[in-house]
């Protein structure tokens, strides 16, 4: 199967600071990825979705100048947390899929973020 | 339309016994019907999907059955085991591959 990796794994910050968070497609180009996040022992909502070359696309209620998201290349998209608070702790997952789409979305190990 | 309803919230199991997560949508626009597993502090993996042009799928221990007509799909899990303990997330999505996720069902599958 495909893998994409996320970085870091877990992250502690203070309020007011920003977080970057990596996510790499290692064996594929994924000309879409996807950001999650997930509350604890929640489902996982759509945060926004990312085109390789284009601005992002953002869920309604999601503030895109609070969560900056580049996909700089085929194999890479981060999403940087701005002037992080503690109610932006959460689980952070990116997902991507393959070029040659099978509609099969990979999904990272995802990222804790704490906002102290 | 966009919800994909999930049930049973969460599950127990005799080790050996059937586990049945069921999950409801109403959009008929939805294409492909994924089943996650997810373990705590990790990612979702995914384990077995369907398109609704077949009405079971079975991988292994993993069944999809699909019925159209209902809008209604469901994940079996025989012979369930302690290590399938974990977090099922079934989904749907459309062409544009964004997907709508389920509430999630904890399994716990006793030893």
């Known amino acids: 199967g495909a893998v994409v990796s996320q970085h870091p794994s877990r992250v502690i910050c203070k309020s007011g600071t920003s977080v970057k968070i990596e996510c790499r497609s290692l064996?594929?180009?994924?000309?879409?990825m996807f950001w999650y996040r997930q509350f604890p022992k929640k489902s996982l909502m759509l945060m926004a979705t990312s085109n390789e070359g284009s601005k992002a696309t953002y869920e309604q209620g999601v503030e895109k100048d609070k969560f900056l998201i580049n996909h700089a290349s085929l194999t890479l998209s981060t999403l940087t947390v701005t002037s992080a608070h503690p109610e932006d702790s959460s689980f952070y997952i990116c997902?991507?899929?393959?070029?040659?789409?099978?509609?099969?979305?990979?999904f990272g190990e995802g990222s804790r973020l704490t906002v102290l | 339309q966009q919800q994909v309803k999930q049930s049973p919230q969460s599950l127990i199991v005799q080790k050996g016994g059937i586990s049945i997560i069921n999950c409801a949508y109403e959009n008929t626009a939805f294409d492909y019907f994924p089943w996650y597993q997810q373990f705590p502090g990790k990612g979702p993996a995914l384990l077995i999907a369907i398109r609704p042009d077949v009405s079971e799928k079975k991988e292994g221990r993993f069944t999809i059955s699909f019925n159209k007509s209902a809008k209604q799909f469901s994940l079996h899990i025989m012979d369930s085991q302690p290590g399938d303990s974990a977090t099922y997330f079934c989904a749907a999505s459309t062409g544009t591959y964004k997907y709508i996720f389920g509430t999630g069902t904890r399994l716990k599958v006793l030893a």
């Open positions: 064996d594929f180009q994924a000309t879409t």
């Open positions: 997902s991507a899929i393959k070029r040659e789409d099978t509609g099969e979305l990979f």
